[in-house]
DNA sequence: TATTTTCGTGTAATCGATTACATTTAAATG
DNA sequence: CATTTAAATGTAATCGATTACACGAAAATA
């Protein structure tokens, strides 16, 4: 049962200040040589801890951050996660997680607490689509929090983002479906108040119009991001008169799903038909009839945030800076759609 | 710029002290109606927010629990601190990730930062298999912090842990892959200096004895969890003079490697060979060809770890509780391994 | 009216560490 | 030997909130 000792526990066993030890730990020049040894030695052997809230509380720096994502088991977020604790940890900082189940109001309540907690940063992904948090985001780049936007971002002054370049991304892959003489291409969309799945619908009807095919509305399906709604919104494309012969989906669950019914009405693929989808999930690379997806490297995602957090931190100075980084997406081909053996 | 809003600045602008600020925030009944309401308005007014690092500091609780988990962008993982973090949060702690990455010196590091920073609790499964870490777990014992295992575990008093029974998945499995005809049955392990490892290879040893089949070491091969892992180990058994017709493997990982090399060989899955492996990961459903795997609840192992700290924390006397829940493993039978339609 | 309660606030210590400033002691210099 | 200078340590305020105890004023009681 050892109770905690502090540093007036050991200066009083030594006969000194609680002054002197503090010094004689944080190796202050000032200290005697020999004093500090007896210090060190004698703090080891009472086995002392020092309390990192109260020295929090006195800097004015917690050493924690905030990481804001919808939810923590998908392997995007995890490997993002991963990143960004790998990153700072040998920085000294650790990371605090919390979800929002995409709802806007736990995205809020997810900001002020962090923000109670007195976090040296926040690293997020954005939830809200509509405005409702714009002001919360304002605040905390008021209150001299650095506030970093990975992946999911919106535009607000002041605050930094890491990203992929989405429309490059729809664009190149869109392109690979064409190349491989699919002629009629439809596209599984996300919510397009985020600016992921804009991008990734611009880059793909960009493509198709670049390519002199013809881009219609009617081709391109809001669903999920789950194997259900895959099914569902290939059904509808199937209903049509004509039915198009390629699938770009901003989701690989999406795929997967129009993978099965596709299966299950026994298309060929990639003969008759091809899909693609987005995320490079670990299961589209272990797939019997792997599915070809493009990569966000989630992992130097999550460490260029937490660099932009740092940069931002060094800066001491009440100078607002704002960094966008994109990343390069990669596509990667696999067989639902490799017609040619290249 | 705002500048940060104390209770001591709310005091001087309404000429009261603030201890009366606090009792009125905190909704003590001695404070009069009018002013508990001046107060709480005035705050709202100049955006005050607590600094929960002051409180954390005079109360002694931070009301954040540090997890360590091995990794975090693996599906059981994330899982797990899901759960945790769902349970949680309502009560308000907030969760701090920490990774090992399978090296005991950073779980020894992990578990000291986590102290300095005075958690309320840690929750973690274990990575160390020798007893390096052993002193540093009791440490945490004497000091009063709630530690509980989740899933990898060891036996130190006083420390709560909540598992699932691996034996059972082990049994279970090979005696399901035992009903579907299969007569001499391999298993891929982990390290068996694991606890988690070692049950299921018991099971797996039980159900073969139980059945009247024979035992035999050299069936059992150790291996990492990843898919080349399991494809050298299925080469491994494919030189013997008598190969084995089914595998029950710790990894789905593994067994994924099997599989793929079992197809290479042109052996027929489930006809003349069954594959089962163990974690349900997401991929295993996916598959064309699905595979047989034990889930293990990590939602469920979350929340549940969760609440047995919570119980410990109201405790206030210091009497120390040791619990072990153990839940229970479930089998999902899948193509890999089902021959009859049942 | 005198006295006891009750109510609402103020005073000041506390949590544990850091640090500007003051002070003591020893060494260096004239 | 007197005095400047440097080295080592002590004193006390600070970070922001809580709370035991003290205290004055108003209300209740005798």
């Known amino acids: 049962m050892s109770e905690k000792i502090t540093i007036y526990d050991i200066a009083k066993r030594l006969n000194i200040t609680a002054a002197t030890v503090s010094r004689a730990l944080n190796n202050n020049p000032k200290i005697k040589e020999s004093t500090r040894k007896l210090v060190i030695e004698t703090a080891a052997a009472m086995n002392y801890k020092q309390n990192r809230l109260a020295l929090a509380l006195q800097s004015g720096r917690s050493n924690n951050i905030g990481v804001i994502v919808p939810r923590i088991d998908s392997n995007f977020f995890a490997s993002v996660i991963r990143g960004i604790e ?9 990371v605090i997680i919390c979800q929002t189940h995409e709802d806007p109001k736990r995205e809020n ?11 040296d940063g926040i690293l997020m992904s954005v939830t809200d689509v509509s405005n409702e948090n714009d002001a919360a985001f304002r605040n905390i780049v008021n209150n001299n929090v650095p506030l970093i936007f990975f992946d999911r971002k919106k535009d607000i002054s002041g605050v930094s983002s890491v990203t992929i370049d989405d429309f490059k991304g729809g664009y190149e892959t869109t392109k690979h479906l064409i190349n491989q003489g699919c002629k009629s291409i439809a596209h599984f969309s996300g919510d397009q108040s985020l600016e992921i799945f804009k991008n990734r619908f611009l880059g793909y009807k960009q493509a198709l119009l670049d390519s002199g095919l013809t881009f219609d509305e009617k081709y391109v399906i809001q669903s999920k991001s789950s194997v259900d709604a895959g099914k569902e919104a290939l059904n509808i494309l199937m209903q049509y008169d004509t039915p198009p012969d390629a699938i770009f989906s901003s989701s690989d669950f999406a795929a997967l799903g129009a993978i099965q019914e596709l299966k299950a009405r026994e298309i060929n693929i990639p003969a008759d038909f091809c899909v693609a989808g987005f995320s490079n999930e670990p299961f589209t690379k272990f797939m019997e009839l792997s599915i070809t997806s493009v990569d966000q490297s989630p992992l130097e995602m999550g460490k260029m945030s937490a660099r932009v957090f740092l940069e931002q931190m060094e800066k001491t100075d009440k100078i607002m800076i704002e960094k966008k980084v994109v990343l390069k997406p990669e596509l990667h081909i696999r067989k639902s759609s490799a017609r040619t053996t290249s």
């Open 86 to 94: 790998e990153e700072l940890h040998p920085h000294g900082f650790q």
């Open 109 to 119: 309540e997810n900001l002020h607490t962090l923000l109670d907690a007195q976090v």
